[in-house]
């Protein structure tokens, strides 16, 4: 079993680490698709920059272009103006009317070339505004693509951190297997053993049934036809208006206590769980208390719920001592059964604990429907769910006042009459039938409440696996109150028929009669026993008793039955613990005697060196020594013979303690036999079960890993598939880039030259504009003087 819990807090640890890999997985793929969608904005970025660069080649070429025509504008009126001189300086003596028309040309040419110049100026201007914007531009998409270089880096570390871990994982995973699988081999050969054991058990319990059987008949039909033993047609021994005791009534009643005791644990466990899970998430939504302080409403109620178990513990307790008290030898009614009341006390103060916190509750789930990512859905959801919650509370409250009907008539006798009590254990079992459907409608609605929760895109792993554990606890409770109702109904008309009743008359048993009943039954067993009177139409009543034992042992229900196997296992166990430890007292015992022999030789050697030579001394040593070794050994036979002694033999072990007088007894023996065989057959069914269960739980667990171990790889697979793309998709990326950067710097260093040409002939254009104007204002002067 160490084992088993061993592998199953490894399971448990490999499945966290799992659940911790996989959620920095999904972080990784969220940042490689962001990563993604950056490349392709910055792709696209960079298409606009071409797209602008393209536009503003083609301007510069335009503008080239214009300059060229502008150039060549320039020499035809340089031509033109030196033509037009030549022409002034010869015919000075014509008319005035060909130098008006030269002034108006010249005009023309002026205006034109003006406006030419502050178009060149504006376009300048353009340019060097683009040129610094690219710069610009150039300058954030360099810190950009060393911003993206890190992520990269931090990304590509990360990824390989992982892939070694996965690595360490799988390595683990397969030597857990390999163990797993021996395990499982020795496993199904112990429980091939055990079924071969079995079978042998099963045709010995066959034997003995059969035998046992033969007995019972042969024995009925002896006391059927020579014992006419019924006290029952004798008025005389029922002269006092007593029942007798109903022995089957009470291993009824015990056996219906102890079935109800497991339910009601089963229940207990089940809303501890509940409580619990409900305070983990008060703390967690809607607001975290690790991060920002809860509502001073919802500390309240977390500080109620952490007091469940004053509450929920003592229902256990109580009905755990109602278990306890009801044995072969009481008397179990309405009327005796005293510690009903406690658990009824109990019962009140639970429920009033949940009107308590009922209130919290309503308004938490009202706090809820107002965070800011609630949805309608949620909101009817939580508003359905207040309505389950009152309407679990009221039951219980129904439930509380069925229970306190049932404890009064333990304290008051002429509480109730027989006729109500059918009526309210009627009541009461419809009443369970409605605590498990109202539960069983609550866990409905708050699994649909966690999926929808589920779909919030604030969800946290806490919060689910908080929802997760709190639909669990209600799974569980779900399933105890529908056991414990199925348990009420088919058990109604045990209870509510009467187990006793004085003859000739329906009223009920009080606790006076319970205590004649009890007495008259102590009496009776004292008289057959001592066979003080005995009747001359009846048998030996040693017979009788001896005949009934047979008959009663014969014909006992199956409850009573697997209650004697289970008293012999545990009688077994005890006495297999005692012969453990006298066999050890034994062990010890026979270490202290050869400790005390070497001790004594040592002694005498010891003696016999320091007295040398005298044989009289040496003698005397030896005789003195020898009597105190044979009065240890006295000292020990009597000390083991005090102790318990061990008989084996092929039909088992048993423990016998040496008596003055020995009394062998066939139907003692024979009972001894029989409850040997009924507790080996009982342990021998046990260790195969529990074989049988250890070889599937770890057959499931198997399969189970398995299955983990062929996700884990898929999930591997398909990971290292993806960092290869995004290895692929980086690489090709910084290749683009190193390329675009080429480009550019191509551009940059062309344009620059085209400029500084550009600069030049403009300079020139300039000068030579210069010039022309000085000429022309020079010849408009003489021509004037003229």
């Known amino acids: 079993m160490a084992n088993v819990t061993d592998l199953q807090t490894k399971y448990s640890k490999l499945a966290q680490e799992y659940s911790k890999l996989r959620a920095q997985n999904q972080v990784l793929k969220k940042a490689v698709v962001d990563e993604q969608a950056s490349t392709v904005s910055l792709k696209e970025q960079l298409k606009h920059r071409d797209q602008s660069l393209r536009k503003q080649e083609q301007e510069m070429d335009s503008l080239s272009f214009r300059n060229q025509q502008l150039a060549k504008r320039v020499e035809l009126l340089q031509e033109e103006l030196a033509v037009s001189e030549a022409k002034s300086k010869k015919g000075k003596s014509k008319v005035d009317s060909p130098s008006q028309h030269g002034l108006e040309t010249q005009s023309v040419f002026d205006e034109d070339l003006q406006k030419k110049i502050e178009e060149n100026e504006r376009l300048h201007i353009q340019f060097y505004e683009a040129d610094e914007q690219h710069r610009r531009q150039e300058a954030e998409l360099r810190g950009r693509l060393q911003e993206l270089e890190r992520d990269s880096e931090q990304h590509q ?48 319990l066959r034997r003995c049934q059969s035998e046992l059987n033969r007995q019972v008949k042969q024995s009925s039909s002896v006391i059927q036809e020579k014992v006419p033993f019924n006290d029952t047609k004798f008025s005389d021994y029922n002269s006092l208006n007593v029942p007798p005791h109903n022995r089957r009534h009470q291993l009824k009643a015990r056996d219906v206590a102890g079935q109800a005791l497991s339910f009601i644990q089963d229940l207990v466990a089940a809303l501890l769980n509940f409580h619990s899970y409900t305070e983990q998430r008060v703390h967690i939504y809607p607001r975290d208390s690790s991060i920002e302080p809860i509502s001073p409403l919802n500390q309240k109620f977390s500080q109620y719920l952490h007091e469940n178990a004053a509450y929920v513990r003592p229902l256990e307790d109580s009905f755990l001592q109602l278990h306890q ?40 789930l009202e706090e809820e429907c107002e965070a800011p990512l609630c949805t309608a859905a949620l909101t009817a959801k939580n508003q359905e769910l207040q309505g389950d919650m009152k309407r679990v509370t009221s039951v219980f409250e129904k439930l509380q006042s069925y229970i306190n009907i049932l404890a009064l008539p333990s304290v008051r006798q002429d509480a109730m009459l027989p006729s109500s009590t059918s009526a309210v254990f009627t009541q009461l079992a419809a009443c369970l039938h409605s605590l498990h459907d109202a539960i069983k409608e609550m866990s409905k609605h708050y699994n649909q409440k966690a999926g929808l929760e589920q779909e919030l895109p604030t969800i946290t792993q806490k919060l689910c696996t908080t929802s997760e554990c709190l639909l669990g606890s209600l799974g569980s409770l779900t399933s105890s109150t529908g056991k414990i109702a199925t348990f009420f109904s088919n058990n109604l008309d045990f209870f509510t028929s009467p187990g006793y009743s004085p003859r000739g008359g329906t009223v009920t048993l009080n606790p006076l009669q319970a205590e004649s009943m009890l007495a008259n039954k102590k009496k009776a067993a004292a008289y057959m026993y001592a066979i003080k009177k005995p009747r001359p139409q009846s048998v030996p009543y040693r017979e009788a008793l001896s005949n009934r034992r047979i008959l009663t042992s014969s014909t006992e229900s199956r409850e009573g039955l697997t209650q004697q196997v289970q008293q012999s296992q545990e009688k077994i166990a005890r006495l297999e613990q005692e012969k453990e430890h006298w066999l050890l007292e034994a062990q010890l015992g026979k270490v202290r005697l050869e400790k005390e022999n070497q001790r004594i030789a040592d002694l005498e050697a010891q003696l016999a060196a320091a007295l040398g030579g005298s044989p009289n001394t040496q003698a005397a040593a030896a005789s003195t020594l020898a009597q105190s070794h044979e009065e240890a050994e006295k000292e020990l036979q009597k000390a083991v013979g005090k102790e318990t002694t061990l008989c084996t033999s092929l039909v088992g072990m048993l423990c016998t303690t040496p008596t003055v ?6 139907d003692s023996r024979e009972q001894l036999i029989k409850t040997h065989y009924m507790a080996r057959v009982g342990e021998l069914t046990t260790q195969l079960q529990i074989s049988d269960s250890k070889a599937v739980h770890f057959h499931s667990e198997c399969r189970a890993l398995a299955k983990r ?35 550019y710097e191509d551009q940059l260093s062309m344009m620059s030259d085209h400029l500084c040409s550009m600069n030049e002939t403009l300079s020139k254009q300039r000068e030579e504009i210069d010039t022309l104007k000085l000429g022309s204002k020079g010849n408009a002067k003489k021509n004037k003087g003229r």
Request: hydrophobic share 30%; aromatic share 4%.
């Open 157 to 204: 570390t990360v990824v390989d951190g992982l892939t070694a871990k996965y690595i360490d994982t799988i390595e683990r995973l397969q030597s857990d297997k390999a163990r797993l699988e021996v395990k499982a081999q020795t496993l199904e050969r112990e429980a091939k053993e055990c079924r071969v054991r079995t079978e042998e058990c099963q045709q010995q």
């Open 325 to 364: 008290s009801i044995t072969e030898d009481t008397v179990t009614v309405l009327e005796t059964v005293v510690k009903l009341k406690s658990f009824a006390d109990n019962f009140s103060s639970y429920t009033h604990f949940l009107q308590k916190i009922l209130p919290y509750q309503l308004k938490s």
């Open 661 to 666: 007088e020995h009394v062998g007894d066939e």
């Open 709 to 743: 171990l062929a996700i884990a790889e898929k999930s591997r697979e398909t990971l290292s598939e993806e960092v290869k793309r995004a290895n692929q998709n980086i690489t090709r990326l910084q290749d683009e880039l190193t390329t675009t950067k080429r480009s």
